[in-house]
């Protein structure tokens, strides 16, 4: 049993409310997922069902949680002391003989628990899987998966699909992959900040996530049919009462004095007339608001940046690509012309970030194009210790750095991040940033390293739209099977023996 009464969850730095009066209750055979745009609270939310005490240095807390049973937590990342353990010495006090069928369907051989390599060297799918088993091992009676998504390759994708969706135990899980949502939750749990970031909205449905669009925009367009017609209803009623009151003023300027007791009627008349206009004021207060979304807008690229059809891109040859003294791909050959999309995929560790970054290098000195690069760890291009303005203005002039701040507001940011420093943005608004200066810089190619990966499943739609819609060429690694399948005019999978065109993703 997990049950949560009257929840509020406020952060103190940036006195802002979180979650207000949240209640929910988690029945046996809930896989609910957490979704919203980054910065929402959805990690703080699951941290404060997990263990308060690992929020309460930053937030403070109110309303009653009902744990009935064991939890197993899993964060985004690896404390730094699990990273550097042996495997060995992580299962060496479970019962791991009584788990041999959980390890089995995991895909983990029995003889890994005995290996003495650190959790660090494993892939970002096997870390995923070991730290799982790891808490399974435990028996919980209910799981709570923060983005465990991250990292994962395609196949360790479809294999989480299969474990949420058929686990014996209820999940609460946090997710950006549509598709694995689309596939695996039966509840949905949308977080909002609305009103710039004044007011927090859940929203609680139990249904898939395909449904829940559906409902939230059902719901959306009855509520704005409504407020329409109470309003449209409300002006012609004031149309009326005008025309009335009009009337009764002109008949009240008119009348003569020698006639009071048809002046003492139009008093009464005039006293009725301004009673209803006060009564119809009051109705309006109560009338239905039109609905508000959260909307993450990406500024759409100019349509004027285009590559010609027919000029080479990149023509690519590799004998080998390698990281350190390790082969991980040869016989790697790239070819793309004009204003093509190319995505690239394959397994964790099959190199594609490398080859993505030998790309990079290849391009970001070319004077025929301009080239714009989103590596998986922003670090790489952005100056954390800068605010996105200052970041901006070291690039751009006053009025291109103007412009840039009406964007970042249309991206929903606030004031206080725009001019706060770059590091303690999340993740999805540093890509914004990334985007944001993709925009600027007239950029004609793209080389993206996932580049929807910190965005939200209601905020994906917009970005995939944008680099669809986009003029220039695009080569992206992703593991993002709608992106694949929506943006890439060509995907190519990589693995040792070089780059091969896949239809797989077409659907």
Not at 67 to 78: E, I, N, P, R, V
Not at 202 to 231: D, P, W
Not at 422 to 445: P, T, W
Not at 468 to 474: E, M, Q, S
Request: glycine share 6%; aromatic share 8%.
């Amino acid at each position: 049993m997990l049950e949560l009464q009257n929840v509020t969850i406020k952060m103190r730095s940036a006195d802002r409310v979180l979650v207000e009066s949240f209640s929910f209750a988690l029945a046996d055979s809930d896989k609910a997922v957490i979704i919203g745009e980054e910065g929402n609270g959805k990690s703080t939310l699951l941290q404060f069902i997990y263990d308060r005490e690992l929020i309460e240095g930053y937030c403070d807390c109110t309303g009653t949680l009902r744990k009935d049973g064991k939890l197993g937590y899993l964060s985004q990342t690896a404390s730094d002391e699990m990273l550097n353990t042996a495997i060995s010495d992580l299962f060496a006090d479970k019962e791991y003989y009584s788990h041999v069928r959980t390890l089995e369907q995991m895909g983990i051989p029995l003889e890994m628990i005995f290996s003495e390599r650190k959790l660090s060297s494993f892939s970002g799918g096997e870390k995923v899987k070991l730290r799982l088993a790891y808490l399974l091992m435990d028996d919980p009676d209910v799981l709570l998966l923060d983005e465990p998504t991250n990292d994962l390759d395609i196949e360790a994708l479809e294999w989480m699909e299969e474990f949420i969706r058929s686990s014996r135990i209820p999940i609460m899980f946090i997710s950006h992959d549509e598709t694995l949502i689309e596939n695996s939750a039966n509840v949905i749990i949308h977080m909002e900040q609305l009103r710039g970031k004044t007011t927090s909205r859940i929203t609680v449905v139990r249904c898939s996530y395909s449904e829940y669009l559906q409902f939230r925009a059902g719901s959306f367009e009855h509520q704005r049919q409504v407020a329409q017609k109470q309003r449209d209803d409300y002006d012609k009623q004031m149309e009326r009462w005008r025309q009335i009151y009009s009337k009764v003023e002109h008949d009240q300027n008119s009348v003569s004095r020698g006639d009071p007791s048809g002046g003492r009627l139009l008093k009464k008349k005039m006293h009725s007339v301004l009673s209803l206009g006060r009564r119809l004021e009051r109705e309006a207060d109560e009338f239905v608001e039109f609905p508000e979304t959260e909307t993450a807008i990406l500024t759409k690229f100019d349509p004027a940046v285009t590559v010609p059809a027919g000029k080479t891109v990149i023509d690519l040859e590799l004998d080998k690509v390698t990281a350190g003294d390790k082969l991980l791909a040869q016989n790697v050959h790239l070819f793309l012309s004009g204003p093509e999309h190319v995505g690239i995929t394959g397994e964790n560790g099959a190199g594609k970030s490398t080859l993505l970054d030998i790309i990079w290098n290849e391009l970001k000195d070319r004077t025929d194009v301009v080239a714009a690069y989103m590596p998986q760890d922003y670090s790489e291009v952005l100056e954390y210790d800068l605010s996105p303005v200052e970041y901006l203005a070291r690039h751009y002039s006053k009025d291109e750095v103007t412009k840039a701040r009406t964007y970042m507001g249309s991206m929903r940011f606030t004031r206080p991040e725009m001019t706060g420093k770059i590091g303690e943005l999340s993740g999805g608004q540093k890509a914004k940033i990334l985007f944001l200066d993709m925009v600027l810089r007239n950029a004609n190619v793209l080389v993206l390293d996932e580049p929807t990966r910190n965005f939200s499943p209601l905020s994906c739609p917009v970005i995939r739209d944008a680099i669809r819609n986009y003029k220039g060429a695009v080569i992206s690694v992703s593991h993002d099977r709608k992106y694949l399948n929506e943006v890439c005019d060509r995907v190519l999978e990589l693995d040792q023996t070089g780059l091969h065109e896949t239809n797989r993703f077409r659907f």
